[in-house]
């Protein structure tokens, strides 16, 4: 028998995946745990090993494809040894049956065209009979492949500010009818053809790009254009997709606190060899707010609480996650049981995430299980942000940078190290007074840091 390869959900949250790169090509001997393909989810390319040993004989996705969670994507065919160059004859052949079996089941549940029935995930199909959303009404909205509706279309809609009258009668364009809209630069209001609620179809877009002035006349178009056009990278538009769906679906609040510096510094000063000699690593501010936030969530645990459907959960770990700038996006890689682990340990764990990330070696273990966020601008010499919270976190912390700033203290003007701290928080889980309690423990932690290495 040989052995399907399905799509991996390489994480709680992924849906679907991009197929960026095969490692192997059709005849190669593949061993089980060996790389066979990287995968770009929503939040990194991951490698995704092969499950099986065996002659690779098929390749059933393309590299650049949009793929959905458990969908086949390659055969691995029967193999007795690393020394076979070719596969069985039958191999092929033996599994054909099962392939179009699973991918007919997949297309089924995956694929609608200029039909009246949306393909829906089943999380979004649960998300949206908990806030009795008529699934009818998002048709044309899905994001998916093919125009499959997924969780976040769902949550989309739910945030989206539509009138009564809108919600009875919504537009109505059948997915691949919306795909090519989207795809010739229609707007979907251009396609009401005077009938509330009529059902636009992929002939209608196409009558329509046809009027289109720019379409009929691209020398035109051409001569007037005064800009150039650089297409997202995947994994950018992936970051824009989840900072989307967090700004439009949670109430976002963000405190702002000024934070004396002084002796963190003074304490980074006297740490620095000691843990250089012991973790081969050298102690960043970055290390230090990882540990303070991590202690002060400990004693606020509902700033460590995530929103799932209807359901908080406060949870137990303390996962921080911290954001590291690539060239063509944003990954948040976690440091696990931060509030356990030492600052010399959290120091070399974080450096070695961000190298991994810069690598584009990330693993889904590096990437799951966030908890809480952290994003430092410092280095930017930025004072003040509003961070966009992780999709069903509590909250996000902004890191500003450390300025020699003129206060006062016991009645004298003196300098001092300063730097603000920006929070924010999904009001829907939190409140102003425990987020800004929250924020003065981080502020009390840092300005008194023994706790750091207690």
């Known amino acids: 028998m040989a052995e399907i390869v399905t799509l991996p959900q390489l994480g709680s949250t992924m849906e679907e995946g991009i197929v960026v790169r095969w490692l192997k090509s059709i005849g190669d001997f593949v061993k089980a745990g060996e790389p066979l393909l990287e995968v770009e989810t929503d939040k990194a390319t991951i490698e995704v090993e092969a499950p099986a040993s065996g002659i690779l004989s098929e390749l059933l996705a393309k590299e650049g494809e949009l793929v959905p969670v458990r969908q086949p994507i390659a055969l691995i065919g029967e193999g007795a040894s690393a020394g076979v160059l070719n596969p069985p004859q039958h191999s092929v052949s033996t599994v054909s049956g099962a392939v179009n079996s699973v991918a007919e089941t997949v297309a089924t549940d995956s694929v609608a065209h200029d039909t009246d029935i949306p393909a829906v995930s089943p999380r979004a199909r649960r998300l949206a009979a908990a806030n009795n959303v008529d699934i009818q009404q998002l048709v044309g909205r899905g994001s998916g492949p093919y125009g499959r509706i997924l969780e976040r279309d769902v949550m989309a809609f739910i945030a989206s500010p539509i009138s009564t009258e809108e919600t009875a009668k919504p537009p109505r ?256 889980i939190t409140n102003g007074a425990p987020a800004a309690k929250f924020l003065q423990t981080i502020k009390q932690i840092l300005e008194a840091p023994a706790r750091l290495v207690v």
């Open 173 to 428: 364009l059948t997915p691949l009818a919306a795909r090519i809209a989207d795809d010739l630069g229609v707007a979907h209001s251009d396609l009401a053809l005077g009938l509330p609620g009529s059902r636009i179809r992929s002939v209608d877009v196409m009558n329509a790009a046809r009027q289109n002035e720019t379409l009929s006349n691209p020398a035109t178009a051409e001569a007037d254009v005064t800009y150039d056009v650089q297409a997202m990278g995947n994994l950018q538009r992936r970051v824009a997709d989840n900072v989307s769906r967090s700004a439009f679906t949670a109430p976002h609040v963000t405190l702002t606190l000024a934070v004396d510096m002084t002796e963190c510094i003074r304490l980074r000063t006297l740490l620095l060899p000691a843990i250089e000699a012991a973790y081969r690593t050298r102690l960043s501010f970055t290390d230090m707010i990882v540990k303070a936030v991590a202690l002060a969530l400990v004693e606020h645990p509902k700033l460590n609480a995530s929103l799932n459907g209807t359901d908080l959960r406060i949870h137990r770990k303390v996962n921080i996650g911290v954001a590291v700038a690539l060239d063509d996006g944003l990954v948040v890689p976690v440091i696990h049981d931060a509030d356990t682990k030492s600052l010399g340990l959290i120091s070399g764990t974080l450096k070695k995430l961000v190298s991994v990330a810069r690598d584009n070696r990330l693993t889904p273990d590096d990437l799951s299980g966030g908890t809480f966020a952290i994003t430092n601008l410092g280095a930017f010499d930025i004072d003040h942000f509003d961070p966009i919270i992780a999709t069903g976190q509590a909250a996000i912390l902004g890191v500003c940078r450390i300025a020699e700033t003129p206060v006062v203290v016991n009645g004298a003007v003196v300098v001092r190290s300063m730097m603000n701290l920006c929070l924010s928080f999904d009001h829907r």
